[in-house]
């Protein structure tokens, strides 16, 4: 195929709409004024005209373009458009001249010129049924009728009028429905526009014409309506079978479409990733089993692993958005605002996945620490980065997680924002709650109590607002029971202490405190040696001394067998009395038998 013939198959793009408004609000029409508008387009044409070397001049004569087929650029379509828009500009000036009590020969120089501005709409549209590709011709026919009603309004052609203006709004709301596009912004603006124009047009045909107007409108709407329809689905499945992954995303209502293709190819891994380890992730945080969770430090992979992900989106786009704010500081165009506003969006999707996952992560770390701290087994490998947790630890990650939480609530989805507003609402003071009671734990081990005990009355205030802000989410309401018995023991626990506390501080209390006794006969014994033997009185030395029992005890007198009698006479050495064996065994044998030495003779031996 020679280049050539590639060329005559090349399909132009052009935004009418947005080429048209951008212009309209950037060189005049902000502040009404339709005479530098005017004098703008004159300039533009004149520019366009250079570069395409195409200058209608006296000293030469050049042939204006009268078959589409000899259009072989995209400039030549802005030509035709900026060429429409001069005379529309040129007739509303004159417009607001009439109205203002000028000549009444000016009507029908402003029925001209919108009579050229429609013409040169009709060439636009018929240029981009031949070159451009079926978006560009669906805006231009919508651009057209605009124009065509604008035309015959001021002739008072209120059918035809209403037939065109019907047509136009129609297009526009397909387009806004179509979801995929950027401008959707300004269709639905274009569609707001049209409305006074068809209740006008509907008034002056009120009466018998009415009836008639109407059905024609109607009958216009549904075959323009089918056309357009088949148009759209076409460039809808050409979208499709060409559309790569991640290109488009659904957030807040709105279809976003991913332009930069670094960002999307990193989209593309996040998800991926995402759906190969979501059903290892628990399903609610706060339910977590730790006993039956044996794979806790996988756990932590993941959500490290996801949160990196979108940490490298959040780059490229903070960027991008950066770029549009300095271009838009500038030089503003409609344009970049949707393009600004799109990327804004697209950093909200991020942004609240990224502080989700963070969130759900430091929720199980928070809860392994709380373990850790009361004395009950952890798994070590979670958090074998720390060799000792402490309850600043905790404070930390509190006040960590509030930043997270109140990010991830800004960048939620607007169709959940009604049903859950309060449970935000109450999560957020809920978390201020928890980070107050961290605190005032940790000013409870420097022996601050008075400091400790307004930190939890505060606490109990912050509890009552979240209960009157009336969540109905089974986590708040379980937080708020576990969060309320965990200050009940920590009030007991806190008033012991400070007594303590002010015993060892104030001599005179402590002395008045020594007198007290349940047994009043026993206020002027002797001091107990240790605390089970002197259970009746209140003794304050042992606030010093803290002790319980005397060890060893003391040593009685018992009626038992000497402790180390048996190993003493393992021990002992005694003489030999083989002589005196040797002796008895000779008297015994020489003694007859039957003789009886008696009951000592055996004891103390022959004499």
Not at 229 to 248: A, D, N
Not at 357 to 382: C, H, M, P, T, W
């Amino acid at each position: 195929m020679s280049k050539v013939e590639e060329k005559e198959q090349e399909k132009f793009q052009l935004d009418v709409l947005n080429v048209s408004q951008t212009s309209q609000i950037q060189f005049g029409l902000r502040n009404e004024d339709y005479t530098r508008y005017r004098h703008y387009c004159s300039k533009r044409l004149l520019v366009v005209r250079r570069q395409l070397k195409k200058i209608y001049g006296k000293k030469s004569v050049l042939n204006k373009i009268s078959d589409p087929k000899q259009i072989n650029d995209q400039r030549y379509l802005v030509i035709t458009l900026l060429k429409a828009e001069r005379a529309w500009a040129y007739a509303m000036d004159l417009k607001r001249e009439f109205e203002q009590g000028g000549d009444s020969r000016l009507n029908f120089h402003i029925i001209r010129r919108l009579d050229k501005a429609s013409k040169h709409a009709d060439q636009l549209e018929s240029y981009c049924k031949q070159v451009a590709d079926n978006l560009t011709i669906i805006e231009s026919q919508a651009y057209a009728a605009w124009m065509k009603s604008s035309f015959l309004i001021v002739k008072k052609q209120w059918n035809e009028a209403l037939e065109a203006i019907t047509i136009s709004k129609t297009i526009y709301e397909e387009l806004a429905k179509s979801g995929h596009h950027s401008q959707r912004d300004l269709y639905n603006k274009r569609v707001e526009d049209s409305e006074p124009v068809i209740r006008f047009c509907k008034y002056n045909l009120r009466g018998l014409q009415k009836k008639e107007g109407e059905q024609q409108s109607i009958q216009v709407q549904s075959e323009t309506l089918d056309s357009i329809k088949v148009q759209l689905g076409e460039i809808l499945i050409k979208r499709e079978t060409t559309q790569l992954p991640m290109q488009f995303i659904t957030w807040k209502s709105k279809v976003i479409e991913v332009t930069d293709e670094k960002l999307r190819e990193k989209l593309v891994l996040f998800d991926s990733f995402k759906k190969e380890n979501e059903s290892k992730l628990p399903t609610n945080v706060q339910t977590i089993d730790f006993e039956k969770t044996t794979n806790l430090p996988d756990i932590f992979a993941i959500y490290d692993k996801l949160v990196s992900f979108l940490i490298n989106c959040e780059l490229i786009v903070k960027t991008d958005v950066n770029n549009l704010i300095r271009i838009n500081t500038k030089n503003k165009t409609v344009k970049t605002e949707i393009e600004e506003a799109v990327q804004r969006n697209l950093l909200a999707f991020i942004m609240y996945h990224k502080m989700k996952y963070l969130y759900d992560r430091n929720q199980i770390l928070i809860q392994l620490f709380q373990k850790a701290i009361d004395g009950e087994k952890v798994n070590s490998q979670v958090i074998k980065k720390k060799k000792k947790i402490s309850l600043k630890d905790l404070v930390r990650l509190s006040t960590h997680q509030i930043r997270v939480f109140t990010c991830l609530a800004d960048s939620r989805d607007t169709d959940t924002v009604k049903e859950s507003a309060k449970d935000y609402d109450a999560q957020i003071i809920l978390l201020k709650s928890f980070r107050l009671f961290y605190i005032a734990l940790c000013l409870c081990q420097n022996q601050k109590f008075s400091e400790t005990v307004a930190l939890l009355d505060r606490v109990l205030a912050n509890i009552q607002n979240v209960k009157k802000i009336n969540s109905k989410s089974p986590n708040i309401q379980a937080e708020i029971s576990s969060l309320e018995s965990n200050i009940k023991k920590q009030r007991s626990q806190i008033h012991a202490n400070s007594f303590i506390q002010q015993l060892t501080q104030n001599e005179e209390l402590k002395s008045q405190m020594s007198t007290l006794s349940l047994n009043q006969q026993n206020n002027n014994t002797e001091k107990s040696k240790d605390l089970l033997s002197g259970l009746d009185s209140f003794d304050t030395s042992f606030i010093a001394e803290k002790k319980f029992v005397s060890l060893t005890a003391p040593i009685q007198p018992i009626t038992a067998k000497p402790l180390f009698f048996d190993i003493a006479f393992n021990s002992c050495t005694f003489p030999s009395l083989e002589s005196r064996k040797a002796s008895s065994s000779s008297s015994s044998s020489s003694q007859p038998q039957g003789e009886s030495k008696g009951f000592f003779g055996s004891f103390w031996g022959k004499k």
